[in-house]
Each structure stands twice: as structure tokens, then as C-alpha cells.
């Protein structure tokens, strides 16, 4: 077309921009660009090399003293087992392999989010229905998960207390100040009060009382008047006003941050009456000779099971129970810090 010929207005058309796609960089951001192994099938070397250095990959959870609970258990083929903590499956995929063939495995977890994230990986290492079911609940609903699926006693049973690694490594689930997230900590997101609304409404008194029952807390007093009544919708507001209120070196702060962290999940979900009424159904779901054995992770968890073991001793629930408390070794201290804390405990039924 010649220059005459062309109508006035008849510009060629812009290009259309496009934002180019911005390079993460070395130090991303956002939590699901900072770990390579949230994406196991694509990272498996990145996975290895971060279990040997000591560390729980990103979006896992490695079960703790596999061995000592295998050797209490003794799963045999064609018995019945119950995880009332299923979490990431480790220590299931252990117990059912030792249950085959016709063994069955039943999986508790209230975690709606994590749930089908492990039966899928259950199914893949090859367990089906008949072999694995997996429950969305906690460890109290025990008794009605047994009887809905006609079972009238197991064999043996495990509770791994506590939070999985999945979840404390997250932070929209608001477990940790590792990093910034919303302050939730409920178990399921989907019901309940989140930590914030559950601290926004405690008094001083009330929020002094729950951290020395729950977290043994030598500054109960002054973290009550600090920070009860007041909202803090982000885990790392909260953390910043702990700090503030304490006038301690920054080590013991942090100890102490861990604990007021310990106090609010713990009654954010009920966990202390939730496991005490799981132990005291414990002797009717279990079958003359089954066996039970439990992780804690604080005092005020291990206080209430080795009562209810040895009140159940005494009342001839239980034939044998463990005199004292079992701790991983220190290999498994060493290769999975996060082991450290662990107690174990065991009884059987008479």
C-alpha cells in the first residue's frame, strides 16, 4: 500500500505488553518456592540430602523411634491394628507391612487436609481397602470408630501425640514462627476457634492458669497480663509482643515463645481431654494380650499416661506395663532432632 493510499488513523497496533516472568531468585519468598522438596517425585536427591544433615524435609514427617515401637507392637499377619495419630503414615506403612497377609490397619487423624494426602500414599504402596481404612477423626472417637466398623477389640494400638512436621512446617496452619502466617493452630481448620480468637477472649488469670497447666511456664503471670485479651491475628505479632514482654536474653525468649505456643494449640483443640479420654477407652478396644504404645512430647502429656497405665495396672486392665519411659537413642537424636523430646510408654492388656 502506498503512502497515499493509507487512511488516516490506520496505525499499525501496539503490541500487546506482557509482564516477564519474575525470577524467584535465591531467597523466594513465598513458602511453596522456598523448598525443593515439597516436590518429592522431582526432588528426591534434594530429600536425601536433607534428611543427612540432620533436618525434616519440608511437607514431611519422619516417624520417631520406629524400631522400639515395632518391638513393643509385635504386629503379626491377620491381626488388627490401630494409628490413632495416622499423620504423614510413616509408622503405618511399617505396622501393615508386619500385619500381611490379612491384616488390617485402621488410620485416625482429624486433619482433613493431610488425611487424603496419606491414604493416597498408602494406596500406592499397595494397601487397599481391605487392608488399610482411614478415619477422619482423633484419638478420643476410638470407641465409635471400632464400633461402626464392627470390631469388637485389636491387637495393638499407637497414638503418636503431638504435631506432625507437615503441619509445623505450613504456615497458613499458624503452628510455628518459623514463618509468618496466620494464627490458627487448630488441627481442623475447618471447625472450632482459631488461636486468635480463642487468646483474644481469656483474661489474665485464665491465660496464667493455661500456660503453667499446659506448658509449665515460669513467666505465666507476666505473659497474662501482657497478652490475654488481645487479638493477634499473625504468628509472628505474637511472637513480637512474647519478646517484648519478656526481659530475658534472646535465648530464653525463644524457649519461652515455644511454650506459649505449646499452651494455646494444646487448648485450642482439647488435646489434654481428648487423650484423657482416649486412655480411658483404651482397655475395652484392646483384645486380652493387645498391645498399646504411646509418644508424648511434654510433661503434661507423659503425667497423664503413666497414671492412667498404672491405674489401669492396679485396677488388672493391664498385665505389664513400662516402668519407665523409653527416649530415642542418640543416633536418632542426632540424625532427627525433632526425636529429642519424645517419650515412650507401653502396657499390655491382661
Known amino acids: 500500500m502506498s503512502e497515499e493510499s493509507k487512511v488516516p488513523g490506520d496505525a499499525a497496533p501496539e503490541p500487546v505488553h506482557r509482564r516477564r516472568v519474575r525470577y524467584s531468585g535465591k531467597n523466594p519468598r513465598r513458602f511453596e518456592d522456598k523448598y525443593k522438596e515439597l516436590d518429592p517425585l522431582r526432588h528426591a536427591d534434594t530429600i536425601a540430602k536433607v534428611i543427612a544433615s540432620g533436618k525434616t ?4 514427617h519422619r516417624p520417631i523411634m520406629v524400631d522400639e515401637i515395632l518391638a513393643i507392637l509385635k504386629p503379626q499377619p491377620g491381626e488388627i491394628a490401630v494409628d ?12 501393615l507391612a508386619l500385619l500381611q497377609p490379612g491384616g488390617r490397619l485402621l488410620g485416625l487423624d482429624a486433619d482433613p487436609l493431610e488425611l487424603p494426602k496419606t491414604e493416597a500414599r498408602l494406596r500406592t ?34 497414638a503418636d501425640l503431638g504435631v506432625s512436621s507437615m503441619q509445623l512446617d505450613q504456615p497458613d496452619r499458624g503452628f510455628s514462627t ?7 493452630m487448630r488441627m481442623n481448620p475447618l471447625s472450632g476457634q482459631s488461636a486468635a480468637d480463642f487468646l483474644a477472649r481469656l483474661s489474665p488469670d485464665e491465660f496464667r492458669i493455661l500456660l503453667r497447666d499446659n506448658a509449665d511456664e515460669p513467666a505465666a503471670e507476666l505473659l497474662g497480663q501482657a497478652l490475654a485479651g488481645r487479638r493477634f491475628d499473625t504468628t509472628g505479632s505474637l511472637a513480637a509482643a512474647v519478646r517484648l514482654a519478656l526481659p530475658q536474653k ?19 483443640n482439647n488435646e489434654f481431654s481428648s487423650l484423657e479420654m482416649l486412655l480411658r477407652s483404651l482397655p475395652a ?22 497414671k492412667a497405665f498404672e491405674a489401669g495396672q492396679r ?23 525433632r526425636s529429642s523430646c519424645a517419650k515412650l510408654r507401653w502396657a499390655v492388656k491382661a
Open 178 to 184: 518459623k514463618h509468618q502466617g496466620p494464627l490458627d
Open 84 to 95: 490413632c495419630t495416622l499423620g504423614y503414615g510413616g509408622h503405618s506403612r511399617e505396622i
Open 285 to 306: 478396644a484392646l483384645k486380652s494380650g493387645g498391645r498399646v504404645a504411646i509418644l508424648t512430647f511434654h510433661s503434661g502429656e507423659d503425667r497423664r499416661v503413666k
Open 250 to 268: 534472646a535465648e530464653a525468649a525463644e524457649l519461652t515463645l515455644r511454650r506459649v505456643f505449646q499452651a494455646l494449640r494444646i487448648a485450642v
Open 315 to 337: 485396677d488388672g486392665h493391664y498385665s505389664t506395663i513400662s516402668s519407665e519411659i523409653i527416649a530415642a537413642s542418640f543416633k536418632e537424636k542426632h540424625d532427627n532432632p
Open 57 to 60: 524435609p519440608a511437607g514431611m
Open 125 to 158: 504402596a499397595g494397601y487397599g481397602t481391605e487392608a488399610f481404612t482411614a478415619h477422619r477423626s482423633n484419638y478420643a472417637g476410638l470407641s465409635k470408630i471400632l464400633s461402626g466398623a464392627g470390631i469388637s477389640g485389636v491387637d495393638c494400638i499407637l
